[in-house]
Nanobody, 124 residues
C-alpha cells in the first residue's frame, strides 16, 4: 500500500522560504514520478512541479520556475519541495502525489496516490 506523508508546512512571512517533505513508503518508487500540487480555497488543484525518481529529472510550473526546487533523497525515500521568495498567493494546501505514468504529468488526474496535504500560509 502506497503511503505519502507530507510535512514541513506552516506560516511564513512574504519573502521567506519553506521546505516541504514527502515521505513515501509501501513500494519501490524507482519507476515513479513524484509530483507536488497545491490547492487554495475556492481554486482548483494546481501543479507545482514533479521529479522522476529514477534519474532525478524535474519539471516545474512555468509560473513558479526560479522560486521552487524539487529534490529527492533515495536513502530516505523522501521528496522535497523547496520554496523561496514566498508570496501571499502561495498560500494553499500542498500535496504530494505519485504516479507510474510517463510523459508530461501536470494534471491531478495523472496521479494515482496522494498524501493528506500540508498547509502553507504566507503573510504579507
Amino acid at each position: 500500500q502506497v503511503q505519502l506523508v507530507e510535512s514541513g508546512g506552516g506560516s511564513v512571512q512574504a519573502g521567506g522560504s519553506l521546505r516541504l517533505s514527502c515521505a513515501a513508503s509501501g513500494r519501490t518508487f524507482s519507476s515513479y514520478v513524484m509530483g507536488w500540487f497545491r490547492q487554495a480555497p475556492g481554486k482548483e488543484r494546481e501543479f507545482v512541479g514533479g521529479i522522476r525518481w529514477n534519474g532525478g529529472s524535474t519539471d516545474y510550473a512555468d509560473s513558479l520556475k526560479g522560486r521552487v526546487t524539487i529534490s529527492r533523497d533515495n536513502a530516505k525515500n523522501t521528496v522535497y519541495l523547496q520554496m523561496n521568495s514566498q508570496k501571499p498567493e502561495d498560500t494553499a494546501v500542498y500535496y504530494c502525489a505519485a504516479t507510474r505514468r510517463v510523459g508530461v504529468l501536470r494534471s491531478p488526474n495523472d496521479y494515482d496516490y496522494w498524501g493528506q496535504g500540508t498547509q502553507v500560509t504566507v503573510s504579507s
